[in-house]
């Protein structure tokens, strides 16, 4: 089976965030099960990626990737050279796996796919979803119709990493066949460690009976870091500590601290920048409760990666992972809240005052559900399936 994946942006440009690590982590999976993938994207994010490598096939983490060198730094993301190499790149491949919704290079790309018969299943990663839409609504909708909806239409299929997302479809009168495939995660090095906990809370200068409360990733308006503030300030008589892990995209970090302090919380708060992977371990396993009341999650990994390390969640009902949860998670692994302050006072007060981590049987599921071999076969199965049944696609006139 060959596989072309393509997207604007590849790891190791990690800034733009969650899409490139999934994307990459389902890439080197599928390479692990023994598909041949292929990853055609830019050297944006990669400035100091050397010249000589743009255009040419090189591995990355076992992948075979194709870079081509950007337009322009900056700004919207568009490759003249991508564009000029598209039919010789995706000759042989059998499929293409796309994730560039809303970008210059997505029409590209599906046109010369669909101009040589290749189907193509195009990843939508939440960028259809209501808070997407609704941040400048008024030029996304007009280019949407136009521009996107047509390609998605003449699609074999879509890529939605849960049924939060396919909900979220329905108005927009999108008649191509989905298919569910969650975001795979690196979960070798996330699982309970008693030990870990023990020295990161040494590190932290935390109590061992001392509730630690986290919030973790990317600090945004979407994230609906502004429940915090007086849901803490009404738990304030019970012991609990916060901590902050990762980088502030819009002022929302800032403004959640500046609120805790003008509530006389300020030294209730820890502070951690963004940290690598790898150590992440460390603190979900530190940590008792991450905290995540986001306005709209397309899907959610640091709630699967917390509950790998047996730490309990409270989320809001507007996170993708939310359902896989309520459906089949097992007991004692927090709580999915509607994004109302009284239900998060309601529950988070009993909690503190009796907390509990969400232990061993939590972190199986997570693992077994969402580990990247787990996905990757996942994936597979979705690709034969488009392969066997897909008719031959017409060229586009």
């Not at 590849?10 to 994307?23: D, K």
């Not at 949407?144 to 990493?161: D, M």
């Not at 108005?171 to 008693?194: F, K, Q, S, Y």
């Not at 429940?227 to 819009?250: E, H, K, M, T």
Request: glycine share 10%; hydrophobic share 45%.
């Amino acid at each position: 089976m060959h596989i072309t994946h393509a997207m604007p942006v590849y790891a190791p440009a990690w800034q733009f965030g969650g899409p490139v690590l999934s994307v990459s982590r389902l890439c080197e999976a599928l390479v692990a099960e023994g598909v041949d993938v292929q990853v055609l994207t830019t050297n944006a994010g990669l400035p100091d990626w050397p010249q000589d490598d743009l255009g040419q096939p090189r591995h990355w983490r076992g992948v075979k990737v194709i870079r081509y060198p950007v337009d322009r730094p900056g700004g919207p993301i568009r490759s003249r050279a991508l564009q000029q190499s598209l039919p010789a790149a995706l000759a042989g491949s059998q499929l293409l796996h796309l994730s560039a919704i809303w970008q210059p290079l997505g029409s590209p790309l599906q046109r010369a796919a669909l101009a040589q018969g290749i189907p193509v299943l195009h990843s939508l990663r939440g960028a259809l979803g209501p808070y997407s839409l609704s941040r400048g609504w008024w030029k996304k909708l007009p280019y949407f119709l136009i521009q996107e909806r047509p390609l998605l239409q003449r699609a074999a299929g879509l890529h939605l990493t849960s049924s939060q997302e396919a909900r979220e479809l329905g108005w927009l009168g999108i008649r191509t066949p989905r298919h569910l495939l969650a975001n795979p995660l690196d979960l070798d090095g996330l699982r309970p460690d008693p030990e870990l906990r023990q020295r990161w809370r040494q590190r932290l200068q935390l109590a061992a009976n001392t509730p630690l409360l986290l919030v973790c990733g990317r600090q945004h308006h979407k994230k609906g870091l502004d429940l915090l503030p007086p849901l803490l300030a009404d738990a304030r008589q019970l012991a609990w500590r916060l901590l902050l892990v990762g980088g502030d995209d819009d002022g929302s970090g800032a403004a959640l601290q500046r609120r805790l302090g003008h509530l006389g919380l300020a030294d209730r708060v820890l502070v951690e920048p963004t940290m690598p992977a790898h150590e992440l371990a460390g603190v979900y396993n530190a940590a008792d409760l991450l905290l995540l009341p986001s306005r709209h999650e397309n899907f959610g990994n640091v709630v699967v990666e917390a509950l790998a390390c047996g730490c309990a969640v409270a989320i809001s009902n507007r996170t993708g992972v939310a359902d896989d949860l309520l459906a089949s998670a097992p007991r004692g692994y927090g709580a999915v809240l509607p994004r109302l302050l009284g239900a998060w006072q309601a529950w988070l007060g009993p909690w503190l005052a009796a907390p509990q981590r969400a232990g061993a049987p939590l972190a199986q599921w997570a693992a077994h559900r969402y580990g990247q071999r787990a996905v990757a076969r996942q994936a597979i199965e979705i690709y034969q399936q488009i392969l066997q049944t897909r008719s031959h696609t017409p060229p586009l006139p």
